[in-house]
């Protein structure tokens, strides 16, 4: 009521944009797999996936966030696997991105490069650990303000794909562990 008496005071809705410090936490689930060609066939591993990741960043040009990325998604006692040796799959990244925001209608697009590191775990519970690779993120989704129209608080959903290319595991096996993951993600962010 008071932005209808004075003017000034109102809040225009296209008004709001991002711009200084960012931070941003997404939790999401979804479909991954992993897998390892070896000379004696191929070791994979799939099913349902967990996936969680923290930016931080702030903004190059106004709606323009560069951050860094600490994230991981997991296959854990996965649906399926053709080996023994294969049960669960764990991928770790630590990179650098950049997320634009399209206003007013704040829809988003992301990119992170990573560098990646994979544990797989037999049903016995024997871990092993891959050489580090590199990693790929691709997102884009929709965030909503919460409170007024220029709130620094988001809230979003979104769609996130990951590829993972990591070293072998041990000096026997000269093939990559390939990680690859679709999920929905759910944001909170603060800008």
Request: with cysteine.
């Amino acid at each position: 009521m008071t932005g209808l008496l004075n003017p000034e005071l109102a809040v225009d809705p296209d008004s709001r944009s991002y711009s200084g410090f960012s931070l941003r936490l997404a939790v999401g689930l979804g479909l991954a797999s992993a897998k390892q060609n070896l000379a004696m066939g191929a070791t994979k591993v799939s099913g349902f996936d967990a996936a969680v990741s923290l930016d931080i960043g702030a903004t190059v040009i106004e709606n323009l966030i560069v951050y860094g990325r600490l994230s991981g998604f997991a296959l854990n006692h996965a649906n399926s696997s053709d080996s023994a040796n294969a049960g669960s799959a764990y991928f770790g990244l630590l990179g650098a991105g950049a997320r634009y925001h399209f206003m007013p209608i704040d829809w988003y697009a992301s990119g992170t490069l990573s560098l990646a590191a994979v544990s797989v775990t037999s049903d016995l519970g024997a871990v092993q650990n891959a050489h580090p690779g590199v990693g790929l993120e691709i997102e884009t989704g929709k965030d909503w303000v919460v409170g007024t129209g220029l709130d620094k608080r988001t809230i979003g959903l979104g769609l996130r794909f990951a590829y993972v290319r990591c070293g072998s595991i041990g000096n026997q096996n000269s093939e990559p562990w390939l990680g690859t993951a679709l999920s929905v993600v759910f944001s909170a962010s603060y800008n």
